[in-house]
Nanobody, 129 residues
Framework: QVQLEQSGGGLVQAGGSLRLSCAASERIFGSYAVGWFRQAPGKERDFIAAIRWSGRNLYYTYYADSVKGRFTISGDNAKNTVYLQMNSLKPEDTAVYYC???????????????????WGQGTQVTVSS
């Protein structure tokens, strides 16, 4: 069973940057995807970004409109780690952030948190105004 270990997060002022990491205990080569989601108190878990691999060297990225142009998802297959670089942070980005892995997805299927199989422990991101 895949285990996802998250790191990063914390408190930052508006306009600042943070990087989250999601390290997997193992990797199944071929088609798989890692997504980032966030959940603010009293709200549903929202899709943020996903990266989907098709083989070792071909990948696709997906972003929610709310973070497009500010957040960047990337991955390092050699380290089994996916990153979420968050720039120009806003107070409304405050939430608990989760990474998750799915064996395969495509297009909007990668946006659906209920389809993901494995989840990280979550990490708090707080953006002060």
């Amino acid at each position: 069973q895949v285990q996802l270990e998250q790191s990063g997060g914390g408190l930052v002022q508006a306009g600042g940057s943070l990087r989250l990491s999601c390290a997997a205990s193992e990797r199944i080569f071929g088609s798989y995807a890692v997504g980032w989601f966030r959940q603010a108190p009293g709200k549903e878990r929202d899709f943020i970004a996903a990266i989907r691999w098709s083989g070792r060297n071909l990948y696709y990225t997906y972003y929610a409109d709310s973070v497009k142009g500010r957040f960047t998802i990337s991955g390092d297959n050699a380290k089994n780690t996916v990153y979420l670089q968050m720039n120009s942070l806003k107070p409304e980005d405050t939430a608990v952030y989760y990474c998750a892995e799915i064996s395969s997805c495509s297009g909007y299927g990668c946006y659906d948190h209920s389809r993901y199989d494995y989840w990280g422990q979550g990490t708090q991101v707080t953006v002060s105004s």
